[in-house]
């Protein structure tokens, strides 16, 4: 059982920038992050493989946001250039299997999500 906490986050203006941390309990093979929308499908935004340390994002945030490994079992969310499109609420969620992956109901533990606000 792997225990996954999210922090940061709050409220942004347009081009602001915001960061997310994901602290795990536990080891994790591959960490991501998700963000739902309310009325929308959680959906993917950035993973990191610790197996290689290689990392992807989903096309509407790259360029912006970047995930990173920051210490042992600690994960960061960097995100620049915030468009009012990103607001949602975003959560972490770790894998038991190397690889990441874009689809949600392939991590086993997640946390318990923060709000990410972007508005003028």
């Known amino acids: 059982q792997v225990r996954l906490m999210d922090s940061g986050g709050g409220f942004a203006q347009p081009g602001g920038s915001l960061s997310l941390t994901c602290t795990a309990s536990g080891r994790t093979f591959a960490v991501a992050w998700f963000r739902q929308a309310p009325g929308k499908e959680r959906k993917f935004v950035c993973g990191?493989?610790?197996?290689?340390?290689?990392s992807h994002c989903y096309d509407s945030v790259k360029g912006r946001f970047v995930i990173s490994k920051s210490a042992e079992n600690t994960f960061q969310l960097q995100m620049t250039n915030l468009k009012p499109e990103d607001t949602a609420m975003y959560y972490c969620a770790s894998r038991s299997f190397w690889g990441i992956s874009e689809l949600a109901y392939n991590y086993d533990y997640w946390g318990q999500g923060i709000q990410v606000t972007v508005s003028t």
């Open positions: 990191h493989n610790s197996a290689d340390g290689t």
